[in-house]
T-cell receptor, first 112, second 112 residues
Framework: DAGITQSPRHKVTETGTPVTLRCHQT?????MYWYRQDPGHGLRLIHY???????DKGEVSDGYSVSRSKTEDFLLTLESATSSQTSVYFC???????????FGNGTRLTVT | DQQVKQNSPSLSVQEGRISILNCDYT??????FLWYKKYPAEGPTFLIS?????DKNEDGRFTVFLNKSAKHLSLHIVPSQPGDSAVYFC???????????FGTGTSLTVIP
């Protein structure tokens, strides 16, 4: 187990409400990532972080923001949830260049 | 546009035989390639990787082959076991980069 905890594991929310997903790691890894998984699209990168307060956008960042105030925590926020953001969200960590991503067990988000 | 493609959504193989999963990529800058395995309701698990300086990497029953000129990689599983039944994702990145691009996945079923 890669020492990654995602919370909550499941969430149902209404369109227009803000939602924050949390990723917590115990590995002290530098890099942290948020992906979403959708049928027919595989895993797509939303945002990633390469250090405390250092973040950058991925392929599908519109409608999402992130924050990393501590090495161990990476938060993903949907400011105003939409039905198109119904998905499974995975956090991943990586220790250094030339190393693989290690994933958490995901958060299933449903926006009604 | 999908930079990493897995054109076979599903594959069925008899137990004990070889499973071959394929992946194509379009970005010639990619030089680090990975395979992940995913069971339902779990996060993807790292299986094996290969750098572009190699054309083959083995780890037990798993071998990854890289054909840079064809921009193609494959994962061979020999012998296949029922526990190998899962969705397999290939991924690619630039080794010194931060972003990983994933294919859409191939669902492997190993028939006992």
């Amino acid at each position: 187990d890669a020492g990654i905890t995602q919370s909550p594991r499941h969430k149902v929310t209404e369109t227009g409400t803000p939602v924050t997903l949390r990723c917590h790691q115990t590995e002290n890894h530098r890099y942290m990532y948020w992906y979403r998984q959708d049928p027919g699209h595989g895993l797509r990168l939303i945002h990633y972080s390469y250090g405390v307060k250092d973040t950058d956008k991925g392929e599908v960042s519109d409608g999402y923001s992130v924050s990393r105030s501590k090495t161990e925590d990476f938060l993903l926020t949907l400011e105003s949830a939409t039905s198109s953001q119904t998905s499974v969200y995975f956090c991943a960590i990586r220790s250094r260049d030339n190393s693989p991503l290690h994933f958490g067990n995901g958060t299933r988000l449903t926006v009604t | 546009d999908q930079q990493v493609k897995q054109n076979s959504p599903s594959l069925s193989v008899q137990e004990g035989r070889i499973s071959i999963l394929n992946c194509d990529y379009t970005n010639s800058m990619f030089d680090y390639f990975l395979w992940y395995k995913k069971y339902p309701a779990e996060g993807p698990t790292f299986l094996i990787s290969i750098s572009s300086i190699k054309d083959k990497n083995e780890d037990g029953r798993f071998t990854v082959f890289l054909n840079k000129s064809a921009k193609h990689l494959s994962l061979h599983i020999v012998p296949s076991q029922p526990g190998d039944s899962a969705v397999y994702f290939c991924a690619a990145s630039v080794e010194t980069g931060n972003q990983f691009y994933f294919g859409t996945g191939t669902s492997l079923t190993v028939i006992p």
